[in-house]
């Protein structure tokens, strides 16, 4: 469940989600390009193109159509452990030059599976011409739809697993 903060400038976002796979499995998910194209910031049918160097200090880019809109992703990763942990920018340069930041930890339950623990974080200017409410109003309505994004995102991440486990299977 996703959890908002209204105290700063930043609009925050935490997701917690419990995996039936390992933490090998979720970290490729997260570094091996030919799965990241099918659900990171795009899918199969809506993927133009996308480049990843996935090594710390390397750059990503998305080149995402949708509508007949092109929107373009990219970021860099700043710190990879494997298995364990991934700490990544995202930015849209179309429509900021901003860029803001992904987290995200594995932990492997003893039950088996991977809790992803994962944390977003955007600077939102707050803007002279807002009230303080209005701001507030503004940055949750940002929060609420950023995060039912990424939510559908890895609900799309499952699904390109589950997808791979059977192709192996078979």
């Not at 933490?23 to 795009?42: G, S, V």
């Not at 193109?49 to 990219?74: H, L, P, T």
């Not at 997808?163 to 078979?170: A, D, R, T, V």
Request: charge should be negative.
């Amino acid at each position: 469940m996703a959890k908002y903060n209204v105290e700063n400038e930043y609009v925050e976002i935490d997701i917690e989600r419990l995996l039936k796979y390992s933490p090998e499995t979720i970290y490729e998910a997260w570094t091996k390009e030919d799965i990241l194209k099918q659900w990171f910031m795009t899918s199969k049918r809506t993927n133009k193109s996308f480049e990843a160097d996935v090594q710390e200090g390397g750059k990503y880019r998305i080149v995402d159509s949708r509508n007949g809109k092109q929107n373009i992703i990219e970021g860099t990763y700043e710190e990879l452990v494997m298995d364990e942990f991934i700490k990544m920018t995202i930015g849209m340069p179309g429509l900021s030059n901003d860029e803001d930041i992904i987290e995200v930890e594995f932990f492997e339950r003893e039950s088996g599976g991977t809790q992803m623990f994962f944390y977003y974080q955007s600077y939102m200017e707050r803007e002279r011409r807002l009230t303080n409410l209005e701001y507030k109003q503004k940055k949750k309505e940002y929060h609420d739809s950023t995060a039912h994004g990424f939510e559908l995102m890895f609900d799309k991440m499952n699904a390109v697993l589950e997808e791979i486990e059977e192709q192996k299977n078979n």
